[in-house]
């Protein structure tokens, strides 16, 4: 069977891992879901969520110096395009969500891990964080969406060509306008928008998380530059919210060049905060 485009573009992208970097798929009750892991065995561990449509791999300009530290553990979500399936147990809600993500951790071994998503990963990592507060040692939150404050009305009504009609120059208009003058990396850029237009993806949404009733201590990255939000607004709104919380500005980031650019600035300001 020839390689489609998207499985290309994933398989050129896992090659920017570290050489190390171990592939695991682990099975639970909504299907196996792919975790790529590096780092030392005794590392503190890591798990990264990613946002909508990037997958696990977005993060290999930040797994290399993570990984001198931390047992990294970058997840393609259930429900998104990757080499996680979706089969069994139906995945409908938040709660199945927060239900999958248990099986993972239990399937990786991790009773307690420090959580980081991106985006819609950082929505998740919230309500995973309020689902079980005993599981996780320290959430950090990079550009999250439906958490502080909702999408802006532009950002949507740019996004609605590829929700509607998904295809690859519909996402790579979208990214080239929310990334205008940063140019991330050009091969996740192509795998991101092939990635909108995988069969059968359905990524599971739901209501506004309770932040303000997180317990354990929160890192809050914003990208100055985010389009899908006002920056300084929800920087702000954050402040308010979390009782142990740290709200940091990233300088000339936007909200889907992230992790990939700042990663120096991101991966320093994770570490002090995990450390």
């Known amino acids: ?27 639970t009750p909504y299907g196996r879901t792919r975790v790529h892991v590096h780092g030392p065995v005794d590392g503190s561990p890591l798990v990264l969520l990613p946002g909508g449509s990037a997958t696990g791999l977005v993060w290999f300009a930040n797994a290399p110096a993570l990984g001198k530290r931390y047992r990294v553990h970058a997840v393609d ?16 809600t938040a709660d199945d969500l927060t239900a999958w993500l248990d099986a993972l951790l239990d399937g990786l071994g991790l009773a307690r891990t420090h959580l980081c998503g991106h985006s819609y990963g950082a929505w ?38 590829s929700l509607i009609r998904p295809s690859e120059t519909r996402a790579r208009a979208f990214l080239a306008w929310e990334t205008a003058g940063v140019h991330p990396d050009e091969t996740w850029q192509r795998l991101y928008a092939l ?3 995988v069969p059968g993806r359905k990524v ?22 985010s389009r899908a939000h006002d920056a300084v607004k929800v920087a702000d709104k954050a ?23 700042a990663s120096k600035q991101l991966n320093d300001r994770l570490m002090d905060f995990l450390d």
């Open 1 to 27: 069977m020839s390689l489609s485009a998207f499985d290309r573009a994933y398989g050129e992208l896992r090659s920017r891992w570290p050489a190390s970097t171990e592939e695991r798929d682990v099975v």
């Open 77 to 92: 979500l259930m429900g998104d395009a990757g080499r996680t399936e979706r089969r069994g147990t139906p995945l409908k």
């Open 124 to 161: 998740l990592a919230v309500r995973y964080a309020l689902h079980a507060p005993q599981r996780v040692d320290r959430l950090a939150l990079v550009d999250p969406t439906q958490v502080f404050a909702g999408f802006r009305p532009g950002y949507l009504l740019r996004a609605l060509p």
């Open 195 to 197: 990635a909108t237009t």
């Open 204 to 225: 599971v949404v739901g209501g506004r998380p309770r932040a303000a009733d997180l317990r354990m201590p929160v890192l809050a990255l914003l990208a100055e530059h």
């Open 239 to 261: 402040r308010r919210t979390l009782p142990q919380g740290e709200v940091v500005l990233l300088p000339g980031a936007t909200h889907h060049s992230l992790p990939l650019t």
